[in-house]
């Protein structure tokens, strides 16, 4: 069974407002080696249109190196988008349709290295029912008193195990957490 993860960038209030977030090499390159542990990528409509319009060929704005290769990478890969507005997708992206629950397992019973998601709303959905198999929260040491914050609304607490961690030279930190006890 391939694996689900999620990754999310936050800074140190919880927001997850990517423009709030400064990109920078580092980051770069730990998104990409994330893309390259998995061999689709699972978004609910907002994610997947906002991805779409910043990562789609043919992009307008030059970008150092280092972002181009996250732009092939996320481009290449499979996308499933979660929507009940969207009537079809392209960008290489299938549409899922039905219950939540029962889509998400049979796309991680196929063969694979992973599936990853990202954004707000779904992985609340994919948390409330135990689907994630992984959490990785980019802290970026910022704080901004406002925005969109993580799991508000979760069902149940999620006790998490930290599995990993990384530090990166602008101060943002990488935590890797399984879903089970914490150590106490």
Known sequence: MRPLRYSINITLDGCCDHRVM?????????AVANLERADALLFGRVTYEMM?????????????????AFGKKIDALKKYVVSSTLDR????AELVRGHLGEAVQQLKRQPGK???????T??????????????????????????????????ERLDLRLVDRQEFKSGAVVLR????RASA
């Not at 997708?89 to 290489?92: G, R």
């Not at 957490?177 to 089970?180: E, F, L, R």
């Open 22 to 30: 400064v990109p920078d090499e580092e980051l770069h390159r730990n």
């Open 114 to 120: 992973g599936l990853l998601t990202g954004g707000v």
């Open 89 to 92: 997708v392209d960008w290489n």
């Open 52 to 68: 779409e319009a910043g990562w789609r060929p043919p992009q307008t704005e030059a970008r150092p190196d280092w972002m181009v």
């Open 122 to 155: 779904l992985p609340l959905a994919l948390a409330d029912l135990g689907l994630i198999d992984e959490y990785e929260f980019v802290v970026h040491p910022r704080i901004v008193g406002r925005g969109p914050t993580l799991f508000a609304g979760l069902s």
């Open 177 to 180: 957490y399984q879903p089970g």
